[in-house]
């Protein structure tokens, strides 16, 4: 999230120094709207892929289990 803030602060101050403005600084990046679901989704994660399921499963099947996790939260929650 810092990396996002810095990178588009930059962009706006490079864009004002071209055209010659006088802009605010941009408002900081917040994920707390979408803290809850990111704290679902990395539960989801440890129990689907804590170290007993790691050890008794193929990759592939792992790999299958957490594209399919994660493609259906990034749906839910973007709905």
Known sequence: ????????EAMVRGFAAEHG????APPGLSLARYRAEIDAI???????????????TS???????FFDS???RVRRTFR
């Open 1 to 8: 999230v810092g990396e996002i803030g810095a990178t588009t």
């Open 21 to 24: 403005l006088t802009l605010s």
């Open 42 to 56: 990395e539960a989801l994660y440890a129990k689907q892929f804590g170290t007993a399921t790691l050890l008794m």
């Open 59 to 65: 990759r592939a099947t792992l790999m299958e289990r």
């Open 70 to 72: 994660i493609a259906s």
